[in-house]
């Protein structure tokens, strides 16, 4: 093991290209295009969140094409129907790689045997009426437990289950394990039993809580290039595997396979040994617009840590305490986040609003910034299926003659 202090900026810079080299977001197609490139980059980051948030394009696909440059939204429920990917929880909901299921086994224990809970006094019941509606009927939508929308309020309909109560139940049996998404149209999820969704060659044994804790080291340690202790087990609030993975990485800096890193913040982090002996990517000049819920960006001390980008969402904040905006996105040029933008997308009117673009104190380059900002928003726009852009407000204010001259050469 070595203990590495980064005290340069140059080191930390070399550190900050490590991390956006192993998310894939220097390169121009880190994992190809298209299907075969959408498989590889899950298997890689280990998981893409799911998002309801409308504003602009759902996170989950935002996240994907960010990384796919032709990926469309449509991709993510081929992935699902053919078995690629499935649904579970992450350290939220999450698509993750069909070959990991196993690894989602022991959360699904412990919510059956009362270790967690998902949801308060759950209708067992009612589930086992449910399950045996499947096993009986096949698949069984989402929109099946809905109410009638042609039927007058209050008015009676028929079926043997009341909608909150039989919604309460299929996510209970979701959540247990014993029913998966099968498919899915936009956010409408088609239910059907674990054992007719999963291919056969998965391997559906329970890991140790060591074959756990090594999957997360990896896991973090590939799509990370390094992490800390608290990210490799983010937001997950198991004590047991919290000390497996502790003890795990003690093991392996102790044998000498990892070492540990220690940042001006006082961060400390871990990296497979040698890590630093290497070239990191080169830093295009290049500008991304991130999700709010993007891999790179979801552990924001990490975040606040690496890159000096104190970044909150801000939908979850009561309006009049909003700095930047509702639905703040990322921006990140070269290898550091520069800005966020608040976007939304006006569908009946096919135009994307640029609600609030803000940039931090920029130097010398800035023209090459902006240019980049216009190629990229022009892009964003199409993603959104828009035709057209609008700018509100630019902070600071002196370069928005500048952006929009840009912008309209794009």
């Known amino acids: 093991m070595a203990n590495i202090e980064i005290r340069r900026k140059q080191e930390l810079a070399r550190l900050r290209r490590f991390a956006l080299g192993a998310q894939g977001l220097l390169q ?11 498989r590889k980059a899950i298997v890689h980051m280990g998981y893409v969140q799911i998002d309801t948030i409308s504003v602009v394009e759902r996170a989950h696909h935002h996240v994907f094409r960010s990384r796919i440059p032709n990926f469309n939204p449509q991709m993510t429920d081929r992935l699902l129907t053919d078995r690629s990917i499935f ?25 059956r045997n009362g270790q967690t809970h998902w949801s308060q006094n759950p ?9 045996a509606r499947i096993v009986a009927d096949g698949p069984l939508r989402s929109r099946d437990l809905e109410p009638d929308p ?3 309020q209050g008015a009676a309909r028929e079926g043997w289950w009341d909608w909150k109560p039989a919604k309460r139940a299929l996510e209970q049996l979701y959540m247990h394990g014993e029913l998966m998404v099968s498919a899915r149209e936009g956010f409408q999820k088609t239910y059907d039993l674990t ?14 809580m060591h074959e756990l804790a090594e999957h997360l080291l990896e896991q973090q340690l590939r799509c990370h290039a390094f992490a800390s202790l608290k990210g490799i087990t983010y937001l997950r609030r198991n004590a047991e595997l919290r000390s497996a993975v502790k003890g795990l990485v003690e093991a392996k ?11 001006p913040s006082g961060e400390r982090f871990i990296c497979h040994t040698g890590l630093l002996d290497t070239s990191p990517p080169r830093a295009a000049d290049k500008l991304r617009i991130l999700s709010p819920f993007d891999n790179a960006v979801i552990q924001r001390d990490r975040l606040k ?12 904040v009561p309006a009049p305490k909003r700095e930047f905006g509702y639905f703040c996105l990322p921006l990140l040029y070269r290898d550091q986040f520069v800005g966020r933008v608040d976007c939304k997308a006006h569908r009946a009117r096919r135009e994307l609003e640029l609600k609030a673009l803000h940039f931090g104190a920029q130097k010398s380059d800035e023209d090459q910034l902006i240019d980049a900002f216009a190629s990229a928003i022009v892009e964003f726009r199409d993603f959104q299926n828009c035709d057209t852009l609008s700018l509100t407000k630019v902070d600071p204010a002196h370069m928005r003659p500048a952006i929009e001259q840009a912008i309209a050469s794009s």
């Open 28 to 38: 121009a197609a880190p994992f190809g295009r298209g299907l075969s490139g959408a």
């Open 87 to 111: 649904e579970y929880w992450a350290h939220a909901a999450a698509f993750l790689p069909m070959q990991d299921y196993r690894f989602s086994l022991p959360y699904k224990e412990a919510l």
């Open 123 to 131: 209708d067992h019941k009612l589930m086992a009426e449910i399950l």
């Open 150 to 152: 042609d039927l007058p």
């Open 195 to 208: 054992e007719r969704v999963i291919p056969a060659d998965i391997d559906t044994t329970p890991p140790s």
């Open 253 to 263: 800096l102790a044998g000498g396979e990892l070492d540990r890193l220690s940042l």
């Open 305 to 316: 840590s690496i890159f000096e980008y104190d970044y909150q969402i801000e939908c979850y």
